[in-house]
């Protein structure tokens, strides 16, 4: 037995470091280490259950490819010499008839380690490759945030450990990252924090905070101006930081007062007496940390929910006191790491949310896939399933595990997992960092992502020298302002470093200020937060999706088995249609039609709905089905929770699971 002690690169805000016990070349068990400050000694569900993802009999361990072009054709095992010659041949075929813009990569964070993810992506970037805006997780807020400071990031998580009221604002962190859940909790417990929740349903976060807060879905910006309101009648601004470090206010608070209490409730359905509530805590409780959720800006009013949250804490005279995602802080020259800087040109780039529509009418030839499961995380799901099942598609799966969209897949390549490999990463939300240290060989014949990148690049006949580049000679530059003592070669000596953030009171807008009032017309974006008008009740009832606690997007289904297949509806939504727990009913719009078990409950409010993502209805269609592949005027994110559908009972044909019964264990 060995423990071997590395960082987990998931795709999720904690990036927990792992001590993990190997006994004869296999993983046995996986523990929180202790040395990091936010992981804390314990681990969520995913980091307990990598073992078995691990070891699961669902892993991909030969190149596989499929034997006819039918979509229901079956897969074959092949050579790794075999696959790669058939990829590198039809990548020249496409870029030789269609182009190089006909070429798409499809990657994101399933794995978010610097050679994996961003180092692998030097092939295609010399190819001219299309690649997407990576615009479905948090860009909408990001550049809504952005709007407004330059850049998104902010406070550090020892600072909210220090704050005095902790609000969770659309963040279910106590399933989505509970080591920062756990370090709000020890606040309290140590000082006494008060921890608010603020968001449409009774989530685990919002039944463990001391205030929750239930506004309606899209309002938030109607709340937040309630707050701004009473803060500015109250006297509860520091005016003396208004002057000092921001422009705009005038406009901005002349916008506030237009939101009288009850203007604000008949929107947000948040009383004048809970706005009041916040306000005076937020007053005589300082510092306070806005923790805004990713969640919070995946929808119509995203971007604009985003911005208007992140200037409550300017108010208060706080530099930056929120956290939403620090990505956006650390210096790391990017361009050298994915060789766009090399390149020369630069490849087309274009919307990953609308990409559904893109697949479905064949603008792309060649696919290749990689750190994602696009057949289950985009919306549009019907457009996108089409689009990858075309048969003068070409489409190329490198996963660690049969997903679904590897089973439409032209040609399979196995991948090890984080742990079958050496890596670094770097934490959005807290500042450690250390080697991702492999802790077994890889399983079967599988390659990693750069060593498949560079014998493709060899069968392409490509000969420009940084494609071969020794990788982790090629991060050295790129990092080496990124830490704030020491370097790559200290990360891989076995130190933990502490990654430095750009100074919170710099500002990168045109003023150098916080901008209440953005000052960049050309933007053609309002200048102000503007709280858009909710869709009629008439529109149907507000699908809300979120992540459980057992799983990372679609990933440890093998583990876990499938995401329930249940539906949260308000009971007053239930019983015009006499609709009982565990019944099974259909979510429709005009997109699609899934069906799923209910759960009455008034853990949602009337008029909307929510079931965990990124699920399979009992017909066999994805809840992203659902999900309209459109835009958000800023920053294109999606619009995931703004889905409206129709809700009926269907007839039952057999009693089926109780969802209700396992709720707990599921983290919902």
Known sequence: MKIIKTVCLRDCPDTCFIDVSVDRKRIVHTRGSTLNPVTRGFLCPRGNGDPQRVH????????????????????????????????????????????????????????????AWHFAKRLWTALGATTTDYSLCSKSGHTGIGLHYGLSYGLQLKEMAASKVILFWGNNARVSAPHIWAMAHQARKDSSAIIVSIDPRTSPTAEAADIRVHPQPGSDVALCYGIARYLIDSGGVDMAFIGKWTSGFQAYAKAAMDWTPERVEQVSGVSGQVV??????????????????????????GAEAARAVALLPALLGLHRGFQYSNARGPVIDWPTINGSRYAGHQGRVVSQVTLGERLAAGEFKFVYVFGSNPAMTLPNQTAVRRGLDREDVCVVVHDTH??????????????????????????????????????????????????????????????????????????????????????????????????????????????????????????????????????????????????????????????????????????????PHSIKENDVVALENECATVTLYAKVTDKVPPGTLWAPRPLTGLNGVPLNALVPGVAQEIGGGPVFNSVNVKLRPVVRLSKGPEPGRSTAKNGY
């Open 56 to 115: 699961s009999s669902q892993r991909v361990l030969e190149p596989h490819m499929k034997s006819g072009p039918s979509a229901s054709a079956s897969f074959y095992r092949t050579t790794w010499d075999n696959a790669l010659s058939s990829v590198a041949g039809r990548i020249k075929a496409t870029i030789d008839t269609h182009g190089r813009e006909s070429v798409l990569l499809y990657d994101y964070a399933g794995n978010t380690g610097l050679l």
């Open 402 to 575: 049969w997903s679904e969209t590897a089973a439409r897949a032209d040609v399979v390549l196995p991948a090890p997992t984080y742990l079958e490999k050496r890596d670094v990463g770097i934490c959005d939300h807290h500042p450690y960092s250390r080697l991702s240290e492999q802790a077994i060989e890889p399983l079967g014949d599988s390659r990693d992502e750069v060593q498949v990148m560079q014998q493709l690049a060899r069968r392409l006949g490509l000969t420009a020298g940084w494609l071969y580049e020794d990788p982790w000679k090629a991060l050295e530059a790129p990092l080496a302002r990124t830490y704030r003592e020491g370097g790559l070669k200290s990360i891989l000596a076995g130190r933990i470093l502490e990654v430095k953030l750009q100074p919170k009171e710099v500002y990168p807008t045109p003023s150098g200020k916080i901008e209440f009032a953005v000052t960049a017309p050309q933007l053609k974006i309002a200048p102000l937060p503007a709280q858009h008008p909710l869709a009629p009740a008439e529109s149907g009832l507000v699908l809300l999706n979120s992540s459980l606690a057992r799983y990372t997007h679609s990933q440890f289904t093998d583990v876990y088995g499938p995401i329930p297949q249940v539906v949260w509806i308000h009971p007053q939504n239930a019983d």
């Open 276 to 301: 009041a509530r916040l306000g005076e805590l937020l007053m005589t409780h300082r510092p306070a940390a806005f923790m805004i959720g990713l969640g919070l800006q995946k929808s119509m009013q």
